[in-house]
């Protein structure tokens, strides 16, 4: 029997019941102050992990690097789906605000002891782990905020925000953080991460009042019964019961990993070969890379200004047409700037498909089992990325960059193909309007 989830404390139930009866300007404020932290919080993470890896770099030598990254992944992969389990127990919006300030304080704590220690390698991979916990908690718990904190009509458009907001700091972030900690060292860009956190935790904190507003309907939940002692384990098999039996959520998330391992090995090792054996050099795989996060960018702003564009099936596969024209292009491309613009297209099809399944996957969810629905996202999409990142250089130690590249492309076409299918007969073409026409409501969820 699982538990009910609390959206803040048992406190504030009454007050949770009150906050129906918001405005919309009250609610517009929120979500304002709400997203404005948030980018300013992913911001902060991108300059953190630069200073992190450029200071384990400078202090231990390349070969180090990957003991940090190691020891952040490994936590995170393998409590991602556990996470999801916490996040329904305790609520994701007090989660979120908890986990934003027991990580700045961990960040604070760090930056003290490299004020007087230094960096010594046991430090960094110790605070990378705990980043690691931290974020198997925080994925889940922030995937499940927007429809708690917007109402059902702007999902769409807020979620896409959130994704133009993302690669913006992904952006800006690492060239903040390369100049602070090329000037400073460590400690200030850990300090101005920790800064974020605080700020992020304080405007969450700002909108609990507007936690009523959530879409997804709730499930009427089956009171405790005197004694329960239900676990964690016996909830997170709960959750993967109530994804397999739901199409509406598992196509979704099987194209979401799908896509996922399509086009994330590309990204990080595809793209890296193939500027090699091109003769491009680095610049050439940064112009790539800056390809894909200007294409992600755009159609995340398109999505955000035109949310109706989001209808799932005709997004998987236009998205994969144009996601494997764009590989099998940049892998036999004559010149960088060719490429170039073909990985910006490649960005706006993986754009689009991320754009459309978080949407699908609030609306499809009930509020007691949001955080395990999204715990599975991130864990398909983050915790197995190692998968495709392994399996494209296998493709290409065999044979060459090109060769794994088209093989990408193939991959992306079948998901696309499995999203389609999946998605037409249980979604059809009516989501984008369902997702404007259902009315936000407070359930007994929330009691």
Partial sequence: MSRQRRLWSSSTVSRLADARVTTASSTDRRRVLWLTAEGVSLTGDNIFYVALSWTVVDAHGAGSLAWVLTAGALPRGLLMLLGGAVVDRV???????????????????????????????????????????ADALYYPASGALPSLLVPASHVVRVQNVRNLLSRTGLVVGPIVGGLLVSRTGPELPFLADAATFLLCAVALAACRPAAGLGVAPAAKPTPPEKGDSTSLLDELRGGFSYITHRPALATPLLAAALFEFAINGVINVGYPAIAASSGWGSAGFGFLSAGMGVGAGVSALLLSIVPRLAVAHRVYIAAAAAAAAALITVAHAGNVATAAAASAILGVAAGAVAGVIFPLLQHGTDRNHIGRVMSMFYFLTAGLAPLSLAAIAAIINAADPPVGLTCAAAAAVGAGLVGYLGSRPTIGRHEAAAATERPSKTTSAHR
């Fill in 91 to 133: 609520g994701p919006l007090r989660l979120a605000v908890l986990s934003d300030i027991s990580r700045a304080l961990v960040l604070g704590a760090i930056t003290a002891a490299v004020w007087v220690l230094g960096t010594p390698l046991a430090l960094l991979v110790a605070l990378a782990a705990v980043f690691g916990v």
